[in-house]
């Protein structure tokens, strides 16, 4: 192996030794991706959900490897579907809300954007881990400094949507509070100082496709156990998107399945195992991503330069994984 290729894979290993938890220091490879199986809900003497009675355990997390807990995307509501039913989007707000502060101890409340709910965490360190973590299991999340927003939406269920974002979130907490000890936690707000110093978090883009299937429709089956971005036209992410997904194939001959909106890029990975390092490579390389099987899911920006600097770094990782061995 070539030396510089060898220093830029003991590189990753230490920034991905610095996001994880202890217990999977240096194992993260030999996480399996499998479920435990969604936890029923249970109920208080009131008739409401028991956010905090639910879980024992979690599986493990999608950025060691484990499986994601949701198979696709989950997106906040869109301003029309908001419009047309504020009165069940006000319910499910105030749902999300008290489950998510059942389960982490956080002050939440509504956000100032519509089809988000707000958290305020400890500090930007954490907001910014959870950030990576959230997005990595699937569910939508945008930071701005120590709050972190997660979606909400007129269609979200509570058997389904709604326990998507209370069980992320739960999940999430679980393994920063609980399993990151205070030293490594600071040692992760140096790595993120580390890598904004070199270029910002490259998140997707805000504001596109958002009309498109944002709400019940695209979430409705999928149940499985960045800071803040510019708002983007669909027309002007479309754009973008092709142009990405051309630089792509082109740098790295993945083909890159047809742009369906909300401004992330599904790349065919040979398998999930590449897929998963892919992903966690990408996100040590200072770019969200996460995973649906075996495709990689990368974020379509809010500016040009960004959009060539995903296809740089995915065509960088791809290089890397090629030199582990990974197909």
Known sequence: MHPEVFAALAVLDRRLGTLLPPEYQQIWDTVEPVSMGSAGLKYDADGRVAWDAIWKTFCDLAMAGGP???????????????????????????????????????????????????????????????????????????????????????????????????????????????????????????LFAELAAQSPLIVPATGAGAGAGADADANADADADGDASGDASGDDCAARA??????????????????????????????????????????????????????????????????????SRLARVRRLALARGLT
């Open 68 to 190: 994601p807990h949701r198979g696709t995307l989950l997106v906040p509501g869109s301003p029309a579907a908001i419009d047309a039913d504020p009165v069940r989007y006000d319910a499910a707000v105030a749902e999300i809300c008290r489950g998510v502060r059942m389960v982490t101890g956080l002050e939440v409340a509504a956000s100032p954007h519509r089809g988000w709910v707000r958290v305020q965490c400890a500090d930007a360190t954490m907001a910014g881990w959870l950030l990576r973590a959230v997005v990595m299991e699937n569910v939508s999340a945008r930071a701005d400094g120590s709050t972190l927003d997660v979606p909400a939406g007129p269609g979200f269920r509570v058997e389904k949507e709604i326990k998507n974002v209370v069980t992320t979130m739960a999940k999430s907490c679980h393994y920063w509070v609980g399993h990151t000890p205070p030293d490594q936690q600071l040692a992760v707000g140096r």
């Open 242 to 311: 092709r142009a990405i997904a051309d630089g792509i194939h082109r740098e790295t001959g993945l083909t890159v399945a047809e742009y369906t909106g909300h401004a992330w890029l599904a790349v065919e990975c040979p398998g999930v195992r590449t897929a998963v390092w892919m992903m966690r490579a990408l996100v040590a390389s200072n770019v969200l991503a996460r995973r649906e099987d075996t495709r990689l899911c990368v974020p379509v920006p809010a500016a040009d330069e960004e959009g060539a600097e995903v296809v």
